[in-house]
């Protein structure tokens, strides 16, 4: 049955601890505030990040509250590719804590997935957005900063490792030089998804009309350039994700006028192509456009910040926040096939998990707290509302 709608009693969740952590980011020094104990087992549960500074942890099946506890901080983008057991990972923005941290106060923030409590507060010196990314391995993540220097870092995610929260590696963020769109100082790199073998990285440049490949191998960056349909027009790449065999890199566009979405086909991690773009309803070239220019097909309706992969890498799930549905890509096809519409009212945020064995889809909501797609029926199945504006969801 639906908890569309209902709240959790707040009476009975006195018990629960919400003391506030008051965060500490002296940018360059990494903040250490709890150990982790080697035994420890996460509460195998759905993690909401919300924008009161809320953790809330709840059954995925039933909706039931397991913890809850105010952490300081919000982030609607956590690291959830793959995923360790002990630890969580978002990127954090200054302003985005209890206790605001002025310009530069980007950090990458680790969460330990027993106690919710900080165990690792790293300053990048991002005044613009930050991403991170661990590894299939869980021994190391890329993450990015932009503005005012644009950078990648490579930090230590063991927590059994004695460089842990540590940065391995730094370097500037190349790009292919300016001119870059609204007059930034640089490529501006947003969002981060990594290959199955943890070798490349692969990030949407937001104000480039760009991609770039990162391998943490060699430490070298290849940038690919797609150019907009519309030559007196500009486009820019925001967000993406890896099909897990690493074939596929599926990226929402800033395009102008309006957001467009494409599939680049990356099998090759030397030569990235894009084989698709779709523009959206009031786009004035809406439809579906070949790499050579070709428009074979009618657009697509919404647009949104983020998409998944299903596991059997057959359909991949757009989060359209301009609709408040979830588009689905047919792989094997390269097309949208179907649009599965949210409750009324219900307004998604952007960010999605798939539950352990694949078969559900969970995306947080602003209105309604997180929504499960069935992944066989593609059809909704319940919403939780917990009674905050969720912006981030990680399974466990």
Known sequence: MSNLGTQYPIKKYLAIATVLIAVIAVIGTASMTAALEGGEKPLKGLYLSSSDFYMTVIDPDTGDLIAEKNVGFWSG???????????IWWRVRGARRAIPIPVNGGSFLAINSKTLEVVADIPNG?????????????????????????????IDTDPDSPTFATYLWSGTYPGLGPPYVGGHTGPGPCDSSISSDGKYYWIPDRFSPTITAFNTVTKTFQTFSQPPLDPSGS?????GT????????????????????????ISDPTNAIEVVRWTRDGHP?????????????GGYRGSGPSDEFTFDMKYNFMVWTSTDSIGVVEMAKLEIVNEIMMPAGCQLAGAGDFSRDGKKFYVGAR????????????????????GRDVRGVVIK
Not at 242 to 265: A, G, L, T, Y
Not at 285 to 297: C, D, E, R, W
Request: contains cysteine.
């Open 77 to 87: 983008w956590p690291s959830n590719q793959y995923n360790g057991d002990k630890l």
């Open 367 to 386: 209105t309604c707290g997180v929504c499960k797609i069935d992944v066989a029926t593609q059809t909704l199945d319940t919403c939780y509302d917990i």
């Open 285 to 297: 070239l809406i439809g579906t456009y070949l790499s050579n220019g070709a428009l074979v097909k």
């Open 235 to 239: 486009i820019e790449n925001s967000m």
């Open 126 to 154: 991002a005044a613009g957005s930050n991403f991170i990314e661990v590894a299939p391995n869980a021994k190391f993540a890329v993450g990015h900063a932009r503005e005012p220097e644009h950078r990648t870092y490579i």
């Open 242 to 265: 890896v099909s897990r065999d690493d074939k596929w890199f599926i990226v929402e566009n800033v395009d102008q006028p309006i957001d467009s979405s494409s599939i680049w086909d």
